[in-house]
């Protein structure tokens, strides 16, 4: 009951800070790559300051985080989708390592157990 | 939009042993398992044919098991082989790709390469149209006029 409200204000911060058009534009712009604060409010035709304020409302929905780089802040999609693929990639890669690993030790051991008997 | 996963590496041994290295069951459960400082759990079954299967499940214990259902869909020996992978993790969890492994000579030994295409990667489209999103633009359309009402 409790995880349900929870989840119920979770969803409301997400779809109010979806109900504003600049925000869904950052949105989309978002979807295509990482974007400064800077890159994001001029084509919105808007004020740094201005820009900010709706980033922190798409920060506290989850829908964006934000990072400091240099002398700029950037801005991303939040990872949650991406992650999935992410997960599954680097599961893969230590099984292929693994896999590569170990037949590379089996032909090396082979190959010196038999260099021995010869 | 999906993601592509390659690894290549040198072995000594020439492409037929490595071949029949990988696809070999009971070989498999050594060179699978051969770098483990302590034996987990390890089950191997290959039927190598067109349409076939091969399964490995291996972890540390039977609650944390990881599991491989490759299908071959190529059998090139001893120079390609391709394959559905669905990987399953303890969460439950599946995933379905596509693996092409080639087998080529290479400086007196094999050069094998691994390329596993197919990771699903989201783009902003699908993140609203997705599952999660199911029904949210209903939503927001209900919030924005009761807002407007307001």
């Known amino acids: ?118 | 939009m999906t993601l592509d996963m390659r690894v290549t590496r040198q072995l000594p041994a020439t492409p037929e042993e490595v071949f029949d290295a990988y696809t070999d069951a009971e070989k498999q459960k050594i060179w699978f398992s051969i770098l483990d400082e302590e034996p987990g759990i390890v089950e191997i079954e290959v039927d190598l044919r067109v349409g076939g299967r091969q399964t490995a499940v291996w972890g540390p214990s039977p609650d944390a098991l990881f599991r491989e259902t490759q299908t071959f869909v190529e059998i090139d020996r001893p120079h390609r082989l391709v394959t559905d992978s669905t990987g399953s993790g303890p969460d439950g969890t599946t995933m379905t790709t596509r693996i092409e492994i080639t087998f080529e000579p290479h400086d007196g030994g094999t050069l094998m390469t691994v390329v596993q295409s197919g990771f699903p990667a989201p783009e902003i489209r699908d993140f609203f149209t997705g599952e999660v999103w199911t029904g949210a633009l209903d939503r927001i359309e209900a919030f924005l006029t009761a807002k407007s009402d307001a």
């Open chain 1, 1 to 118: 009951m409790v995880n349900h409200m929870v989840q119920q204000a979770a969803l409301d911060r997400v779809f109010s800070s979806l109900a504003d058009p600049v925000r869904r534009e950052v949105l989309i712009r978002l979807g295509e790559g990482p974007a400064t604060v800077g890159q994001l409010a001029e084509p919105a035709g808007m004020s740094l300051t201005g820009m900010k304020k709706h980033l922190r409302v798409l920060e506290e929905a989850g829908l964006i985080v934000t990072e400091k780089v240099g002398r700029a802040r950037e801005c991303r999609l939040a990872p949650a989708p991406l992650d999935d693929a992410m997960n599954w990639i680097s599961f893969y890669q230590r099984l292929w390592a693994r896999r590569l690993d170990g037949l590379d030790v089996y032909f090396t051991l082979r190959k010196g157990n038999g260099d021995h008997d010869a």
